[in-house]
């Protein structure tokens, strides 16, 4: 590979993937491409929360990234980046340091507490395979727990069940819970009557879904109080501890499980000399996505800030894909020595799963809901998988769901 310009890309996740697709399809034979990232898998994110209530097999949103780079052209490194050094161009891990010609830092993001008290130790957090576990776990303990438990206002305690934050990850593991145990309980658990579960969404804001239009917004509000949820609007949390979730009005809910889906932070990472952050620690970066001062090396998905039409894109995945393509593209002619138009986002609308059969989108500004936005949340999220038989497997998982029911043992 002598000669060929060295790429290295930071981070397994919809960032760093795409960009090495397409890398790998506009610059096949002119470029090095070195991914480093602490897991051998990409995780597929968006359908945690069915994993979480046995829906999809948690084997089956696991992708191994051998499987889908090809390892004779894309160097894989199993380890993480301690530091980046911006004007030496390298990555240093705990085993060498690396040298490249363009950097991509996708260093993707972490649960944000907000410096809470009581959240961190009190809370279960929502983005790794190790948090739905967690939760799953969590979730049939209380609920086994209940059904031996005699005294009343205890049973109610322990299944106060909590999430914090109504974005789209909050509604769609609420209304996925709020399903799992209405379908459960008469079956498995006919000690447990359905009055005595509490399902509580808790939002800062004033609205469900902040991204999405009003109309739909109005919609999902509707649908879950429809399920028994009880949402909570403008109601910050304030302190958190092992029995109770303070607001700031003074209201106390019982705290029997907390989901925190309430925001999210760039992962730390060291970069020298040090760059513009945001209060997120997000990077800022520029119209090209490359940090001010170093061209050639870019900042993108969760761990960048990208500022359009004076306001900073939000961290989905959408948008991280699409800066994907433009940073490679940017790259291909920057060897090219051709010039790049500044990255423009381009909003092609937003959907989001409401429990079975449910939910709410926007598709080139039509506004669907209820089971056609539900068919095509489930389309486009399987479609959006980067590996056949991980297709395959969660399609087969939703028909084995359908038929036989979910079950309720806990996760190993």
């Known amino acids: 590979m002598a000669g060929k310009k060295k790429v290295g890309v930071l981070g397994g996740g919809f960032a760093g993937l795409f960009t090495i697709f397409h890398l790998a399809r506009l610059l096949e034979n002119e470029i090095e491409i070195t991914l480093f990232d602490r897991n051998n898998y990409f995780l597929y994110t968006p359908m945690l929360h069915e994993v979480a209530t046995g829906s999809v097999n948690a084997r089956h949103v696991v992708v191994p990234i051998r499987k889908i780079v090809d390892p004779a052209r894309v160097h894989v490194r199993c380890e993480e980046v301690n530091a980046v050094d911006l004007q030496d161009r390298t990555l240093q891990t705990a085993s060498n340091r690396f040298v490249f010609d363009y950097l991509v830092l996708a260093q993707g993001s972490t649960a944000n507490f907000y410096d809470i008290p009581g959240v961190r130790e009190h809370s279960i957090t929502f983005k790794t395979i190790a948090d739905v576990i967690r939760l799953r776990n969590a979730i049939i303990a209380v609920l086994e727990r209940a059904a031996i438990e005699k005294d009343r206002e205890k049973r109610i305690r322990l299944l106060s ?39 509580n969404l808790i939002e800062a804001a004033g609205k469900v879904l902040p991204s999405f239009p009003a109309y739909l917004s109005c919609v999902a509000l509707e649908r879950m109080r429809g399920m028994g949820i009880e949402v909570h609007l403008n109601a910050p949390i304030t302190r958190v501890d092992q029995e109770c979730i303070e607001l700031k009005d003074g209201t106390k809910i019982p705290n029997g499980i907390l989901v925190w889906a309430a925001g999210i932070k760039a992962v730390d990472l060291i970069v020298k000399p040090e760059v513009k952050r ?35 894109l939000s961290s989905t995945a959408s948008v991280a894909v699409q800066e994907a393509k433009y940073v490679a593209e940017r790259i291909r002619d920057d060897i090219s020595e051709q010039e790049t138009l500044p990255f423009q986002f381009r909003y092609r609308g937003d959907m989001a799963s409401l429990g079975f059969m449910s939910g709410v989108s926007e598709v080139y500004g039509i506004k669907i809901k209820a089971f056609p936005a539900w068919m095509i949340w489930k389309a486009f999220k399987l479609a959006m998988l980067p590996r056949y038989k991980n297709r395959f497997q969660i399609l087969a998982d939703w028909i084995i769901t359908w038929i036989f029911k979910r079950d309720t043992s806990r996760f190993m």
Do not use: K, M, W
């Open 278 to 312: 945001d209060a997120g620690g997000r990077i800022v970066v520029d119209a090209h996505l490359e940090i001010p001062g170093h061209p050639g090396i870019f900042a993108i998905g969760d761990g960048a800030r990208v500022d359009q039409s004076g306001t900073a």
């Open 161 to 199: 069940i909590n999430v914090a934050g109504a974005g789209c990850t909050g509604c769609e593991v609420v209304t996925e819970i709020a399903q799992f145990l209405h379908i459960i309980l008469g079956r498995d658990y006919p000690e447990i009557v359905l009055s005595e579960i509490r399902i």
